[in-house]
């Protein structure tokens, strides 16, 4: 199994352009979650999927922030435009849900995209 | 507002010494308890406990939950320089399986 697959690895851009981060969660996995890390604010929650569904959305920072999840095997997260405070570590994760209320299902996390906004 | 708090921040141990990282937490609704390392890259799963006073185990780590007093530990005996690497904690929450809290992380040591 290939895990959860983000690309690109690193990411350095100019203030104001366009910034999308892409992830494919391990197949079979029906949940997807992006998270942002930084020094100051620890690891969070920004956004996540059920069944490509947006569930909970409320950790999106702003406008600038949106994301997609056109099919099972493909999520985006875009930035646009692009601020230095947003230099940050994106994860992506993914986990499989059984439905209904249930304890937590674990996440398995993909690597990370390191993105530097200058 | 919901927090999880883990302490201490950082902690620089000798290989052999035994550490104990503490999370507290503050949320409505808890449903679990979830430890994770993370060394250069992602955070990797560690333990999840939903019940109190059943500690879990795996090698020379293991981890406890006090619902009554809102904390968890973790314990790492005989460390190894490998055990180095950031520590963090999180709480299930709500009525959803995505609300999950991250406390800062505690960052680990171990000097050879």
């Known amino acids: 199994d290939a895990g959860v697959i983000q690309s690109p690895r690193h990411e350095v851009t100019e203030m104001g352009q366009e910034v999308t981060l892409r992830c494919k969660p391990i197949s079979g996995h029906n949940s997807l979650f992006w998270y942002r890390q930084t020094m100051m604010r620890g690891l969070e929650l920004l956004i996540y999927?059920?069944?490509?569904?947006?569930?909970?959305d409320s950790g999106m920072p702003e406008d600038r922030f949106s994301a997609k999840m056109p099919n099972a095997s493909f999520s985006t997260l875009k930035i646009q435009p692009s601020e230095p405070r947003d230099s940050a570590v994106y994860f992506c994760?993914?986990?499989?849900?059984?439905?209904?209320?249930?304890?937590?299902?674990?996440?398995?996390f993909g690597p990370g995209t390191r993105l530097t906004v200058l | 507002e919901d927090k999880v708090v883990q302490s201490p921040l950082s902690l620089v141990v000798h290989e052999g010494d035994t550490v104990t990282l503490n999370c507290s937490y503050e949320?409505?609704?808890?449903?679990?308890l979830l430890w994770y390392k993370q060394e250069k890259k992602a955070p990797t799963f560690l333990f999840m406990l939903t019940s109190s006073g059943i500690e879990k185990k795996s090698g020379r780590l293991s981890s406890i939950l006090d619902k009554k007093e809102l904390f968890s530990i973790l314990n790492i005996t005989a460390t190894q320089t490998g055990d180095s690497a950031i520590y963090l904690c999180?709480?299930?929450?709500?009525?959803?399986?995505?609300?999950?809290?991250f406390g800062k992380g505690t960052k680990l040591s171990v000097k050879p």
């Open positions: 999180a709480v299930n929450y709500g009525g959803s399986q995505g609300n999950l809290i």
């Open positions: 994760a993914s986990s499989f849900s059984s439905g209904g209320p249930s304890a937590y299902n674990e996440q398995f």
């Open positions: 949320v409505t609704n808890f449903r679990s």
């Open positions: 999927f059920n069944n490509n569904v947006p569930i909970d």
